[in-house]
């Protein structure tokens, strides 16, 4: 089975670029965002709801706890927000007409959410109008795991902010690049 493409800098950069250029560019971004800079699967991001992401005061979180329902394996897990995407998420969460906590986060042009099919539609689309080929919605979360990889976080580490069960799953995950190879001869 074919993976998705992991995104170089500038990838990611001409993603966000023609994510500009769309109708709705804050919700996308910030759904791009969410998944190349935490980590979520397209799926996680689907079932945000207001209150995932935003406390009783209207701040974002700095940490998303995500019920069994909202996951992949059915387990609950806790994804860690850094700064940067909570400024994302605050600039998205301005434009919400509606701040009920049982919201979707992210709402289509009907007021609803997505589900995990219709956002991962979404995003081939976005990414293949950007000329990204084989970039998918899961691009993200590869390219978030192999990024963090490159920077020499222990694959334990990774295997927890994925929300993986086994290091060999997230071992999958890690795109191994000429890059890294030069780094990891130079520590000789």
């Known amino acids: 089975m074919k993976q998705a493409k992991t995104?170089?800098?500038q990838e990611l950069r001409q993603a966000l670029g023609h994510i500009a250029l769309t109708r709705h560019a804050k919700r996308d971004r910030a759904a791009c965002l969410c998944m190349h800079w935490a980590g979520m699967r397209v799926g996680e991001v689907a079932a945000l709801r207001v209150g995932d992401v935003l406390d009783a005061a209207?701040?974002?979180?700095?940490?998303?706890r995500l019920e069994a329902h909202q996951t992949k394996g059915q387990v609950g897990r806790t994804v860690f927000v850094n700064e940067r995407l909570q400024k994302e998420l605050a600039a998205y969460a301005r434009t919400l007409?509606?701040?009920d906590?049982?919201?979707?986060f992210f709402v289509t042009q009907k007021r609803t959410g997505f589900s995990a099919n219709t956002l991962t539609q979404h995003f081939g689309e976005l990414y293949a109008r950007a000329g990204l080929e084989g970039a998918t919605s899961h691009s993200g979360r590869r390219t978030f795991i192999t990024s963090l990889a490159s920077q020499g976080v222990s694959v334990r580490v990774l295997a927890a902010l994925a929300g993986h069960r086994s290091?060999?799953?997230?071992q999958r995950y890690i795109d191994v690049n000429d890059n890294m190879l030069r780094n990891a001869v130079e520590l000789v």
């Open 167 to 170: 290091i060999q799953t997230t």
């Open 97 to 99: 007409r509606s701040k």
């Open 58 to 64: 209207g701040n974002v979180r700095g940490e998303l």
């Open 101 to 104: 906590s049982t919201a979707p």
């Open 7 to 9: 995104l170089t800098a």
